[in-house]
């Protein structure tokens, strides 16, 4: 046998947003190893379990190697040519007959980690112009989006705290010690939170479970799933009646105020105490500690967003950043400054157009549409539905909706009704098996890297480029070519229409737009000839090159010296990453709001609060809610495919409080069966104290004994689907986003 030639590559792990530097040794097409990237500029060697599991994901059999398609039960792969034919033949008839709204789409959560997903499905969403697109964001962040957007202007507009100078971290509904961090890109966050403490610095966890987050920090309270937003007004409450609101420098940047302390006036500790589950003392405290601070910073994740007040405990915790001063100042929550792609770094810097929302519904049930997509709690109904404009057709990127999204059984009955489906996705699974065809990209190894969404959510200013690791096999097109393939399709093209065609189509667009814009760095430039600066790169390297050179920090075409400015070919002579530095203030720069002001007190946010107070009435359920959780060797629902991961101790397990396992006779050990309004689920029983009394918690993206996946691993371990449980109807109104957290169920032994 020949020796293969090794080599040392240096990577981006896809798999979360951490985005940690990886060094991969390869011989020929082989992975001999994965490891933290020590010299890397932001992770310095750090990764978890997930990354090394990259090389079994790359290996594993079940990936899809090649499309496929579906006739009654049977699957066949099918050369890429035969695959796009009957795509076209599939769907155009349905869009000639019924419209462009009758083929839905859904992009997962993958997407985003994907220079091709961000760049190229909304290229194959504006060709397909239909006014059903739906997302995960709406069983995740949508509603951070939402009152950030209200708030700073744009969506992505979102404070990031500032770990590595904060004095006092406030943490409510995250568990970054084992997801490694969301909306807040920040690699290795035990040791960065042990630096906090070790350097005199507080760190305080609010959340239903007491985490391995809560387990490192100085203080955890348990709090009453679903209640963050009276709490955190309990907290702007005290602030206001102690006379401890000091806005300071921002105080000139404020619009709203003297509303937020009318509306606060409501929710005194000793109101939200019996709600949330928290003394009056411990809230009032709270208050003191954080306008105490040297510098603070007040951050909440999934628990505060995948919930009934979560556009309103998303607004909360920003209204707390600016009370105490601390919003956009270091140790404080500051906006980052992308070196690509961020809406806030575009246009007249200070004020902008602002966002508009809900200016179209959903059909059946009048969900606002938010940032041009519909609450995906709505996809189900949508296709179940006759009537004008009901969906016939379902085009998913890179999503298992019928594992991460509420009320899985109605959604499963939808999809196996639909005249068409396709796919875009890496395994045959819980949703793809519906679909009639499944269109496969390449290994995520053999693709190109760069965060285009993280760098703008990131604890520093950073961007690291990595090139693919392999090429893709001969005749195998990247995800971007397929997506512009599909592009080609529905925009009646046809399936023969070229992708390299239609990128430079695109790219032109990309600059003719830029050089119109006012304020930009190429304002006025001659099109073509930045096109021909760009040569000879194509696909989304082609994109991202611009992206940078026109960005903050770009070379703006300016042809200066080498070294001057970001450009592609510079991050690619940067393997381990660029650091471009802790987060700066950027108040009033980075607003873009009409008024080029903070809105405190949105109107929308503002009508929202009556809905909270209605609630206060409500005496404390004495039923028992349910909430999620994530485990560091999952992925959602994807990655239970790979034994690497799998192996050991199963870990879909439902979480009892000792109360309450001694008072509905459950041991550890035995199966639950849990039940909802939506329906049920079976899991192993875990008593511990670690989870409130009255509360359960089952992890999400399990449930994978569904028949006709092509899932071996998986279906060994199927877990219980947390989804059957969570229902449809319950939504945030203000971003339609579902109700993960604070599910009424009960609970009883299996088989009793
Ligand atoms: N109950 C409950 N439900 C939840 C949550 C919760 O906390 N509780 N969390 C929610 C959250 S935050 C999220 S983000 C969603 C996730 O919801 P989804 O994004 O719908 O689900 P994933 O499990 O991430 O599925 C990703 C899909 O992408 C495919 N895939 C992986 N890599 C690629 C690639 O490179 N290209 C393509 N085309 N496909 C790829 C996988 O095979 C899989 O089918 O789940 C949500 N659901
Ligand atoms: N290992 C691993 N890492 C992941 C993922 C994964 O599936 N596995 N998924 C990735 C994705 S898509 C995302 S969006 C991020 C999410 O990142 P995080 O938000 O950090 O995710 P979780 O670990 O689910 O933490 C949510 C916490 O909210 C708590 N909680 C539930 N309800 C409430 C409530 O009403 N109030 C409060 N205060 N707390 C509540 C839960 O107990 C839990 O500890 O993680 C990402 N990273
Ligand atoms: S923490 Fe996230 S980015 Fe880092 S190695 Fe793990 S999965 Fe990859
Ligand atoms: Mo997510």
């Known amino acids: 046998m020949m020796t293969q030639p090794t080599a040392t590559h240096y990577t981006t792990c896809p798999l979360c947003e951490a985005t940690c530097g990886l060094e991969v040794q390869t011989a020929g097409r082989e992975i001999v190893s994965i490891r933290g990237d020590r010299d890397d500029v932001f992770s310095q060697g750090y990764i978890c379990p997930k990354a090394a599991a990259l090389k079994e994901l790359d290996a594993d059999p079940d990936r899809l190697r090649a499309p496929m398609i579906r006739e009654g039960e049977q699957w066949r792969s099918v050369s890429w040519d035969e695959a796009f034919a009957e795509v076209e033949r599939r769907l155009t008839p349905i869009l000639e007959q019924h419209g462009r709204d009758a083929v839905a789409a859904y992009a997962g959560n993958p997407n985003v980690h994907n220079l091709a997903g961000l760049l190229y499905t909304p290229a194959f969403l504006h060709a397909l112009a239909s006014r059903n697109v739906f997302s995960a964001s709406t069983v995740d962040q949508m509603p951070k989006q939402v009152s950030a957007g209200l708030m700073f202007g744009t969506m992505l507009s979102i404070p990031i705290p ?269 949703t793809t098996r519906h679909a009639h065809v499944i269109l496969p990209p390449p290994s995520p190894l053999e693709r190109g890297h760069y965060d285009l969404a993280f760098y703008q959510l990131s604890v520093r200013n950073i961007a690291r480029y990595s090139p693919a690791i392999f090429s893709a096999a001969a005749g195998h097109p990247q995800e971007w070519e397929i997506l512009l393939r599909l592009a080609g399709i529905v925009s009646g093209q046809g399936a023969a229409a070229d992708p390299v065609a239609l990128d430079d189509v695109m790219a032109q667009q990309l600059i003719r737009r830029e050089t119109k814009r006012e304020g930009s760095r190429v304002a006025g430039r001659d099109p073509a000839e930045l096109l021909a600066a760009l040569a000879p790169q194509r696909g989304p390297e082609r994109l991202l090159d611009f992206m940078l050179r026109t960005g903050p920090y770009g070379d703006g075409f300016a042809g200066g010296p080498e070294g001057q400015g970001l450009t592609l070919a510079a991050l690619e002579a940067a393997p381990h990453g660029r650091d471009l530095g802790p987060l700066q203030p950027r108040i009033p720069e980075v607003l873009r709001t009409p008024s080029g002001k903070i809105e405190l007190a949105p109107p929308a946010i503002v009508a929202d609060v009556a809905r909270l107070q209605g609630a206060l009435a409500a005496r404390p359920a004495e039923q028992l809610v349910l909430i999620g959780r994530r485990e560091l060797r999952s992925n959602n629902s994807w990655m239970h495919n790979l034994r690497t991961l799998t192996k050991g101790a199963e870990t879909c397990l439902l979480l009892v409080h000792p109360d309450d396992a001694r008072r509905l006779g459950l041991a550890d050990g035995a199966h639950a069966r849990v039940t909802s309004a939506s329906g049920c689920a079976e899991a192993p029983v875990r008593v511990t104290d670690a989870i409130m009394p009255g509360v359960v918690s089952l992890p999400h993206g399990w449930g994978h004994d569904a028949p006709g996946t092509q899932l071996r691993v998986a279906a060994d371990h199927p877990g219980a689907n947390v989804n059957a449980l969570t229902g449809e109807l319950a939504v945030d109104p203000l971003s339609g986003n579902a109700v993960l957290n604070g599910v009424a169920v009960t609970v009883a032994p299996a088989g009793a």
Not at 172 to 182: D, E, F, I, T
Not at 291 to 303: D, K, Q
Not at 361 to 366: A, I, P, Y
């Open 162 to 430: 500032d770990v590595d100078r904060t004095s006092y971290l406030l943490i409510l509904g995250a568990n970054p010690l084992v997801s490694n961090g969301s909306l807040m890109t920040a690699p290795n966050m035990r040791d960065r939170i042990r630096r906090l403490r070790a350097r005199g610095g507080r760190v305080v966890v609010v959340d239903p479970r007491r985490t391995r987050t809560a387990e490192e920090a100085d203080e955890h309270l348990f709090i009453q799933p679903g209640t963050d937003a009276f709490f955190l007004f309990a907290l702007a409450h005290t602030l206001f009646a102690e006379g401890l609101v000091r806005p300071g420098r921002l105080g000139e940047h404020l619009n709203g105020l003297d509303e937020v302390e009318h509306l606060a006036r409501a929710f005194a500790p000793e109101v939200v105490a019996p709600v949330c589950r928290i003394a009056p003392d411990a809230i009032r405290r709270i208050a003191r500690e954080l306008a105490a601070a040297e510098s603070a910073a007040v951050y909440g994740r999934i628990g505060t967003c995948t919930q009934e007040f979560g556009t309103l405990a998303s607004w909360l915790v920003d209204v707390l950043n600016v009370l105490t001063g601390n919003l956009d100042r270091a140790g404080g929550a500051l906006f980052p400054r992308a070196a690509a792609g961020a809406r806030n770094t575009e246009g007249t810097p200070g004020r902008g157009a602002g966002v508009r929302l809900g200016l179209r519904h959903s059909r059946v049930r009048g969900l606002p549409a938010v940032y041009g997509e519909l609450p995906v709690v709505a996809l189900a109904e949508e296709i179940l539905t006759p009537g004008d404009g009901q969906i016939r057709a379902l085009v998913t990127i890179a999503g298992n909706p019928v594992l991460s999204t509420p009320n899985s059984g109605q959604l499963a009955q939808a999809l196996g009704q639909l005249d068409f489906m396709l796919s875009v996705d890496v395994y045959l699974n819980e």
